[in-house]
């Protein structure tokens, strides 16, 4: 238990890193996002703090497989948006394998041509290493930026595992990314992401198979039921040199504003809140049983005798919840 | 609450019901996996009477993209295992879209080769529609089987997504089947298939790109570190033509032996147990805080409360465990 004083103290410090995020302090936001990484309890408080300033930006997740150039396309859908005075913010959620360990960064030096421009925040996160879950961590900095008043919030993952369908899932609306050559077996593409796709971008249009992958995408799309009359568009971009960006983003306004009008959003909204709750309702009841070294010596110990056959895994689950009072 | 008759009736019934399933009788284990599908009460009753007669079956998971040749596969080594009057239980995961429901059965007609052998059982399901999970009721569905004196447990799932994997780990030994020309640019496999794979197949090794399949696998193994002294082989099989099949068979059979020597075997299964026990924990305790239709809908009248900007889902959270009774 933390002394009221510093309890105290923590509150009026919040309360100005609060005051600071909103204003779009880049250093606020940064700590802030460290603090969300790590899942401190000051995270929680500062999410607290600023969540009703929240529920005014609009998120668009863009995913792909890896080579489809989805971080170019951000990248000048970022500076388009600027270009419009949009405040921007970017989340890139970067792949990484679950044993070898650190974040392929790579190319998000590109993005520094933003540097100096206060109305973008750009940050890359690792698929690892986040305690509490990565669409966790991705869900709420997208929160914080959307509370230090950046509009239009970009998350680009990578079409991969189910994680990054979680994260892309939390957006207002879904642009999924494809490339002539590379994906071009369409049958190997995931079945889920094909249809979480709002808005579909055949990137590297210029490349040979562009018309092939357009008809096989769209025949794919025509076996998909169009979600409250909206049937997903494909368009061709060429990112690297800037074509088609401007009609994306159109296109995305016009999603927005074809959902908005329909009711739609409110919903999924509502849907999203619904989750977000089970899961931090389960984060905690698992933290108050097994939490701390106690519980994950008791958990041990346990899988330990069911791995033996000495006691059945009911029986340990039992225990589990008697021992720590929540069940009768 | 049930009457403490019936109660008695029950456990009657289930004694019965698990003599018969470990001497194997086919309708009820047919019965026991239905029950474990649903979710049913009395499968969590069974499942604790034949538990102490388990932990003698070896599962192998097998998984690779669709178009793979894994059924075929299985189905072969199957036979191997048949011949050598090993008892075998195949459990097949049918992929299914999120949205468009239906199980993809298909091909495990052929499958019905094996009519009229007792020996073996096989159970097709689907990614959809099992309450609980769909890791839980193949682990669930392994463990019953293991009961059943199926000493050779098949676990057959497609490598696409985190489920999947989820599925493909709780296997002592895990074969990765490639096939080329399909998935021919390992860059786009599943890096996390590729780390958990004990042995590799390379199924349809009479096709073209064969042997450039298999350096580029040797290229990319050797990136992965050993784990504990075993380097995963690469095996060449023709499984249509039965090619290849005993010597599978012979290497899951070394890698066995080489993790029983070494104890890693139990440890993998105290880390199984860990995971396992955390989710059954995890799900009794979303039970009794957000079960029933009342906790559903105080969950939605939360979410709704919060999309809206009118409670912080901090706060909603807490008013959830305040209310179930599970937080002071």
Request: charged share 30%.
């Amino acid at each position: 238990m933390p002394q009221p004083i510093h309890q105290e103290h923590m509150h009026r410090n919040v309360k100005e890193w609060a005051a600071k995020v909103r204003q779009g302090d880049v250093r606020a936001i940064s700590r802030a996002i460290t603090a969300i990484e790590n899942h401190a309890p000051e995270a929680e408080e500062l999410l607290r703090e600023v969540f009703p300033a929240t529920g005014q930006a609009y998120l668009t997740g863009i995913t792909g497989a890896p080579g489809t150039g989805k971080s170019t396309l951000v990248d000048r859908l970022a500076a388009y948006y600027r270009k419009r005075d949009e405040r921007v913010g970017v989340v890139a959620v970067d792949p990484t394998s679950p044993y070898s360990g650190g974040a392929i960064l790579g190319d998000r030096i590109r993005m520094q041509g933003h540097a100096g421009d206060s109305g973008i925040f750009i940050r890359s996160m690792a698929t690892r290493g986040f305690l509490g879950g990565l669409a966790r961590a991705t869900a709420e900095v997208a929160l914080l930026l959307d509370a230090a008043g950046k509009r239009q919030v970009l998350i680009e993952t990578v079409g991969v595992g189910q994680d990054e369908i979680d994260i892309v899932r939390l957006a207002d609306c879904v642009v999924v990314v494809l490339v002539p050559g590379l994906g071009d077996d369409i049958q190997s593409m995931k079945a889920g992401l094909m249809e979480i796709g709002d808005i579909f971008v055949l990137n590297k249009a210029d490349r040979e198979g562009a018309d092939r992958l357009e008809e096989q995408l769209h025949a794919m799309l025509s076996l998909v039921m169009p979600h409250d009359g909206w049937h997903p568009p494909v368009m061709r971009t060429v990112a690297t040199e800037n074509r088609g960006i401007a009609e994306l983003a159109e296109t995305i306004e016009k999603f927005r504003k074809h959902f908005e009008a329909s009711g739609e959003r409110q919903k999924k909204h509502v849907e999203h809140w619904k989750n977000r709750l089970v899961e931090m309702v389960e984060s905690r009841l698992l933290e108050k049983v097994l939490g701390g070294k106690e519980g994950e010596a008791k958990l041990r110990e346990l899988a330990t005798e069911v791995a033996e056959r000495k006691k059945d895994p009911f029986t340990a689950v039992s225990e589990i919840l008697k021992g720590s009072g929540v069940d009768r």
